[in-house]
Each structure stands twice: as structure tokens, then as C-alpha cells.
């Protein structure tokens, strides 16, 4: 009986207090990087927007002014849809409106000098610094394009350019061209929330920038998926998917 009395302290003895979790301050103030700037990083539920005119979700945009070239791809949509299919559907990334604006949350990681989205969607990652650098003379163009950050106080803004003009802006098939210019902001307003501002500035196809403005809230109980889609993934049997062919026009 000593023995099993001696046993059980022991064993007492090794085994760790449990220590109570307490649940982070979603109101109190936002973390801070070494250099003192905010730290954006986290998962965060990003608006759905399948179209960025949609009235019922706040932060749309009221209207979209087009060139005539932008107006005439507006308004042939749907015939290239049907000749040409949807380069999403090939799972060909989505681009940075398309996987902003999906039904996937977005994980940010950060440090002094980057910021890194990472996209359940597609499984995409986009690196963006904030390290004072200037873009990349003689790039490819590419489905996101560069991007480059810099701060204004404590709102972290990244420009976006040299993209291919092969995406959308949303699923519903508003214009882009390979002249745009994305221009996003970044402003932790406390732990839980970041206001987020995406401007598309694009004289080929609108002849005014537009913006759209989010809330993102923190989901700290979320983790990224994989999405498992490959480039021209199609269903032969039932000819469900075209394949991709690039536009001609994206100058």
C-alpha cells in the first residue's frame, strides 16, 4: 500500500499543471513587428465578392465607368465564356481580385522587410517587400504581377503592376488589362481587424480608378486547406471544362 501511495505522488509530481488559455483581445491593440510597424499577420475572413458591383455586401463599388474597349468586353463576356471558357476552371491561378475575393480565407505571414500572402485558393502564395526596393526591371508579366509594400504610418500600402491581362477582376467577369495598376492598404486597427482598400487604376478599360473597401476579421481558429487543382485539369468524359487560350489583346 506504501508503494501505490508512493507511486501516485510521484506521478503527481511529473505531471504539469494545466495552465487556462486566455482568449486573445480582439479589441485590444494590434501586435507590432521588431521595427515597430504593425504586424498584419494572421488568417482573415475575406469578403466574397463574385461581383464587385454587388450592393449587398458594404464596401462595393457604385459603378464602373469603361472605355470603349473595357465597355466591349464587359459586354461580350459571356460569348468568350463560351468559345474560350474560364481560365479559373483550367485552375490557372485566379489572380490577385479573383483569390482576394474568393470564398477562402488568406493567411498573412510577416517580417521587417516582407509580407506574404498565402491563398487557400489555389493554393497561391504571393511575396510582396516592404523593404524600400523599386519593381523588377524586365519581369515577365505573370497572373499577380509585383508587388512592392511601403508604409504610411502605420497603413501598409503595396502596388501591384506588370500583370499578364489573361484574369478577371471577379467571377462574374469584369474587365482587367495588363495595364493595371492595383493598389491595396493594409491598416490593423486592432488585434482582431484590418481595414482593407483595393483600387484598381486601369485606363485601357475604366476610365476612373475604383475602390473597394473590407473589414477582415481575425479567424484564429482557421487553417489553411489544401486545394488540389492542376493547370488544364479537365473532365474529358463530359467536356465540362474548355481549355484556356490567352488573349490576343493584352496590350
Not at 4 to 30: I, M, S
Not at 202 to 211: A, E, F, G, H
Request: hydrophobic share 35%; glycine share 6%; proline share 8%.
Amino acid at each position: 500500500m506504501k508503494t501505490l501511495a508512493l507511486l501516485v505522488a510521484v506521478l503527481l509530481v511529473q505531471v504539469p499543471a494545466r495552465t487556462p488559455v486566455t482568449p486573445p483581445d480582439f479589441k485590444g491593440p494590434a501586435l507590432r513587428l521588431p521595427n515597430g510597424k504593425p504586424s498584419m499577420a494572421g488568417v482573415w475572413k475575406n469578403a466574397r465578392r463574385a461581383d464587385v458591383t454587388d450592393p449587398s455586401i458594404p464596401g462595393f463599388v457604385k459603378e464602373l465607368r469603361y472605355t470603349a474597349w473595357g465597355k466591349s468586353k464587359w459586354d461580350n463576356y459571356a460569348s468568350f465564356m463560351q468559345t474560350n471558357g474560364d481560365y479559373a476552371g483550367n485552375c490557372l491561378p485566379f489572380g490577385m481580385s479573383r483569390s482576394l475575393y474568393g470564398p477562402h480565407p488568406v493567411q498573412i505571414m510577416q517580417d521587417n522587410d516582407h509580407v506574404v500572402l498565402l491563398f487557400e485558393q489555389n493554393s497561391m502564395f504571393h511575396v510582396i517587400p516592404t523593404d524600400g526596393r523599386a519593381f523588377t526591371a524586365d519581369l515577365p508579366r505573370s497572373w499577380f504581377g509585383e508587388s512592392v509594400g511601403h508604409w504610411e504610418g502605420d497603413t501598409l500600402v503595396v502596388e501591384t503592376v506588370n500583370l499578364n491581362g489573361y484574369t478577371r477582376v471577379d467571377t462574374i467577369g469584369h474587365p482587367l488589362s495588363a495595364r493595371a495598376r492595383i493598389t491595396q492598404t493594409f491598416r490593423r486597427v486592432n488585434f482582431g481587424t484590418i481595414e482593407h482598400t483595393f483600387t484598381l487604376t486601369d485606363p485601357k478599360t475604366y476610365t476612373s480608378p475604383w475602390t473597394v473597401r473590407d473589414t477582415w476579421p481575425l479567424t484564429p481558429n482557421v487553417t489553411l486547406m489544401e486545394y488540389a487543382c492542376m493547370e488544364n485539369n479537365r473532365a474529358f468524359t463530359e467536356g465540362r471544362i474548355k481549355l484556356f487560350v490567352a488573349p490576343d489583346d493584352v496590350d
